[in-house]
């Protein structure tokens, strides 16, 4: 069982930058598949970004492409996203994911293990 811990959320003026990092603990992080999501008050929690199992591909949604970008290292079981730009829009708190399969899917059912949550509040 992977246990996941999302860290480096917090509050940011409009067209800021934040890094979000998650730490993984368990046996075999660079067998998963590694997403991040996230979930606005009274909406749904949606895909954000994923990375495969070597790092060597990754995915966005469209709402943050050329914006966020995802990275992992295998060594220090690490995943991070680096968000620039920031927009009041990207408020929500941030989870990040693994995934047993080797590629990325954006559908929150495909995950197997769940970080706790960090919340990102960008203010106008």
């Known amino acids: 069982q992977v246990q996941l811990v999302e860290s480096g959320g917090g509050l940011v003026e409009a067209g800021g930058a934040l890094r979000l990092s998650c730490a993984a603990s368990?046996?075999?992080?660079?067998?998963?598949?590694m997403g991040w999501f996230r979930q606005a008050p009274g909406k749904e929690r949606e895909f954000v970004a994923g990375i495969t199992r070597t790092g060597r591909d990754t995915y966005y949604a469209d709402f943050v492409k050329g914006r966020f970008t995802i990275s992992r290292d295998n060594v220090k079981n690490t995943v991070s996203l680096q968000m620039m730009s920031l927009e009041p829009e990207d408020t929500a708190i941030y989870y990040c994911a693994a995934d047993r399969w080797a590629v990325i899917r954006i559908t929150r059912q495909a995950y197997d293990y769940w970080g706790q949550g960090t919340q990102v509040t960008v203010s106008s």
């Open positions: 368990g046996p075999a992080f660079s067998s998963y598949s």
